[in-house]
């Protein structure tokens, strides 16, 4: 399985930006970079994925450098809710039941 | 609605006893999966299920027994429980080929505990 690294830990204050790092230089053509999260005491969460474009939703913002190997989930204005555990995950597209497979992942605290 | 359920939230049982958490969804899917996360918060996949049918059995030993009656139920049961089965399970969903461009949808999870 394809791996990324991430920072253990990462704080931000409410209302602020956050830049979430994931470095992943082992990267194959057809792999997806996927973020989820899990919110204390609940399930991993959809939060965004893209392949090579950066990409928005109504959650957040993936920019993914133009070489693949690293990606950044970027929360434009960060609520108290937000904080969580950010998993960055490469997802190949062989057209089977991929697995996610999870690493440790950043955990989120915002300040108030 | 809730996308993919999973009961009971919690169970406690003692050790030897056989037990089993049901998980379903109403999305279409059909692919499902179980994962494991342990008191270190590691998520680890444990079953994947596409249309009923066994993908991925990731070295999970046979007391681990998943069941899949139709495409939106995945249950999982679990014979003989040990103190170390102690954990949250989280079931998931995901559209088939599941390859890079789905995502998948969890489960609030189940939280046992083997006493």
């Known amino acids: 399985d394809a791996k990324t690294t991430q920072p253990n830990s990462m704080e931000s204050n409410e209302e602020e930006p956050v830049h979430l790092p994931c470095n992943h230089s082992t990267i194959s053509g057809t792999d997806y970079i996927h973020w989820y999260r899990q919110l204390p005491s609940q399930g991993p969460e959809y939060v965004i994925h893209g392949l090579t474009s950066n990409v928005n939703n109504r959650m957040a913002s993936l920019a993914i450098a133009e070489d693949r190997k690293s990606s950044t989930l970027i929360l434009h204005r960060a609520t108290l809710r937000d904080a969580a555990v950010y998993y960055c995950i490469l997802r190949a597209n062989q057209g089977g039941s991929e697995k996610l497979v999870f690493g440790k992942g950043t955990k989120l605290t915002v300040n108030p | 609605d809730t996308a993919v359920s999973q009961t009971p939230k919690y169970l406690v049982t003692q050790m030897g006893n056989d037990k089993s958490i049901k998980c379903e969804q109403n999305l279409g899917h059909d692919t499902m999966y179980w994962y494991k996360q342990d008191s270190k918060k590691f998520l680890k996949i444990m079953f994947s299920?596409?249309?009923?049918?066994?993908?991925i059995n990731e070295t999970v030993p046979n007391r681990f027994s998943p069941k899949s009656p139709d495409k939106a139920h995945l249950n999982l049961h679990i014979n003989s429980l040990e103190l170390g089965d102690s954990a949250v399970y989280f079931c998931?969903?995901?559209?088939?080929?599941?390859?890079?461009?789905?995502?998948?949808?969890f489960g609030q999870g189940t939280r046992l505990t083997v006493v």
């Open positions: 299920y596409n249309n009923k049918e066994l993908i």
């Open positions: 998931a969903s995901s559209s088939y080929p599941a390859g890079g461009n789905t995502e998948a949808f």
